[in-house]
């Protein structure tokens, strides 16, 4: 510090000078630099939220680190979780391999809702029918239905058609694919009841031909994009389907899901 007078006036002096040579607040590119880290902030804020969640894949993650995400509901020995059951269904296709000696007409798709298992409609049902073939009911009864009953979820049974209108011979009983997707659906829900899956696990849904079976998910659904999941007759076939799926926890299904879990 300055000890003279004179020293003092310099310091003083100094002091004032230095104030206007120095430039008050942040240096111009640190708010730039600020705006661009806020806007990528809100990017990746955006990307979450309209994200879907596969809680399927999440679970195999979570069990491939040793880690649990959720609560799992033990009963018995049945699959507790949708990783489980996603594992369980995959053994149950390669049985089918070995006892066809092909690929069944069977897939298996996982996402939001849960686990799915797709069935050919033209394996499943004649043209224009809601009967079940025999090929479909001894599938449920040697396979599909113990996947069923050895897990605790919710289950929703949907029927799925090409965009074909029905001739009208079939109107009488399906005025059009919205009748026919339903009662295919609850055919499958009946002969699953018949072989003892209790009824208050099973949900009965058609959708026409509204949800195409390759969709992009970012693809707006219209007459004219429906149209192009269509075009073709192998495209048409993928679309006739039966899918089974293993629903993933939620609201509506919490309450049988307490029960599992106390039985």
Do not use: C
Not at 10 to 32: A, Q, R, S
Not at 122 to 140: P, R, V
Not at 152 to 157: D, P, R, T, Y
Request: no cysteine; charged share 25%; aromatic share 6%.
């Amino acid at each position: 510090m300055p000890k003279t007078s004179k020293e003092k006036k310099e310091f003083k002096k100094g002091i004032k000078k230095g104030k206007t040579l120095v430039d008050e607040g942040l240096p111009g590119w640190f708010g730039t630099f600020a705006d661009m880290m806020t806007l990528l902030f809100a990017f990746f804020v955006l990307l979450a939220a309209i994200s879907t969640i596969d809680p399927v894949k999440l679970m195999e993650m979570a069990n491939s680190t040793g880690k649990s995400l959720g609560t799992k509901i033990k009963k018995d020995n049945a699959a507790s979780n949708l990783a489980d059951v996603k594992d369980n269904l995959e053994e149950m296709i390669e049985d089918l391999k070995e006892e066809s000696e092909g690929s069944p007409p069977v897939e298996i798709t996982t996402g939001p809702k849960g686990v799915t298992l797709e069935i050919s409609g033209d394996f499943s049902f004649g043209s224009g029918s809601a009967d079940l073939k025999d090929d479909l009911k001894n599938l449920l009864k040697d396979h599909i239905v113990p996947q069923i009953q050895n897990s605790i979820f919710q289950i929703e049974v949907a029927g799925h058609t090409d965009s074909d209108l029905l001739p009208e011979k079939f109107h009488t009983r399906f005025p059009s694919n919205w009748e026919l997707a339903s009662s295919r659906a609850s055919a499958v829900v009946r002969e699953a009841i018949i072989l003892g899956v209790d009824p208050t696990r099973l949900i009965a849904t058609g959708y026409a031909h509204w949800v195409p079976r390759d969709k992009d998910p970012m693809m707006a659904l219209n007459t004219q994009t429906v149209g192009a999941y269509n075009a073709t007759p192998e495209k048409k076939a993928r679309n006739r389907r039966v899918e089974i799926t293993f629903l993933k926890p939620a609201h509506h299904s919490s309450k049988f899901i307490e029960q599992a879990g106390a039985g």
